[in-house]
């Protein structure tokens, strides 16, 4: 089978036309059969570049530590979500479908589910080829394949890592998955301007899925203060602070967790930071009612001319 002719979602829309996650949409809609039913699910974006790889494999980490059973799911065709849990680039669900026709059947979980670090779940589901297909589709057929092999039965996390901004309706299906979705973001006007549409891209797949924003993480920032500034005018919530620090950056050319490193500076109090977020999504993250801004407005807020 192609993947072209033959796997890419039909967009979903009213009769009169209208999409139905928002005016003018066009998202790709979540099959029923493929739900995550029993995990806590969280789906984590930021600009691109904003350190959501480290954060999620740094967050996955923290859970099992915990003593939860962890499944991250890379959302990035180049699929290094993983890369320090499992100190290797895995190969995609798009890679291992392909190899058998796409017919999924002939899969075992070992095709395409890693262990990594502590016991963490590793998947990096991948993408289309570039200009062919949607995103969306890649992550619906990588739940649907855990779903399959009874994977997600036992798991009490599972954490999408996903690509940049939310830049389409197929980039955004995981919030169709989540119950808390997560912002990564550093302080400065790039990332917090990211951060504004993704929390538009909350607000709309909060219409017709129970995705809600779970809070904002600010990463690779000495100071919060613009962070801080625009979570209350918008009513987000900072969950976490990570610094700029050395031992963050060098993890990831080590290929490991900051959980597996020797003492650096700064590393115990990075990863005490990291059991506390984890702990309190664990218990519960309350859902924030943000009110986005506009761009023009969030310029304006922002001081630039």
């Known amino acids: 089978m192609n993947i072209r002719q033959n796997h890419i979602p039909v967009h979903q829309v009213e009769p009169d036309g209208r ?3 928002g005016e003018g949409s066009v998202q790709v809609h979540l099959e029923p059969d493929i739900q995550i039913e029993k995990a806590k699910v969280f789906a984590v974006y930021g600009k691109g570049g904003i350190g959501k790889s480290t954060t ?3 967050l996955s980490a923290a859970f099992s530590h915990l003593g939860k059973r962890v499944i991250q799911i890379g959302c990035d065709p180049k699929h290094d979500s993983t890369f320090t849990l499992t100190k ?3 190969p995609t669900v798009i890679d291992v479908l392909e190899s058998v026709d796409f017919h999924a059947e002939e899969l075992v979980p070992e095709d395409f589910v890693h262990e990594g670090y502590n016991g963490v779940q590793c998947v990096e589901a991948g993408g289309p080829p570039a200009g062919t297909g949607c995103g969306g589709y890649v992550v ?4 649907k394949l855990l779903k399959q092999h009874h994977l997600l039965d036992d798991a009490d996390v599972v954490i999408f890592d996903v690509l940049g901004d939310v830049v389409c309706g197929g980039f955004a299906s995981p919030l169709q998955h989540a119950e808390r979705a997560l912002v990564v973001t550093a302080n400065d006007f790039d990332s917090i301007f990211a951060m504004n549409r993704i929390a538009a891209a909350i607000n709309a797949k909060a219409k ?3 995705v809600r924003l779970g809070g904002v993480i600010a990463n690779r920032s000495a100071a919060t203060d613009e962070i801080d500034r625009f979570n209350a ?7 976490a602070h990570f610094p ?3 031992v963050i950056r060098r993890s990831r050319l080590k290929k490991s967790t900051l959980f597996e490193l020797d003492d650096a500076p700064g590393l115990e109090q990075v990863k005490a930071e990291y059991m506390a977020l984890a702990e309190a999504l664990w218990i519960g993250a309350e859902p924030q009612p943000v009110t986005p801004m506009r761009d023009r407005d969030l ?7």
């Open 19 to 21: 999409g139905l996650d």
């Open 208 to 210: 017709n899925y129970g």
């Open 233 to 239: 005018a918008t009513g987000m919530q900072r969950l």
């Open 244 to 246: 700029d620090l050395d």
């Open 56 to 58: 999620s494999s740094n």
């Open 299 to 305: 310029f304006d807020f922002l001081g630039f001319d």
């Open 88 to 90: 290797a680039m895995l």
């Open 140 to 143: 619906g057929q990588t739940v």
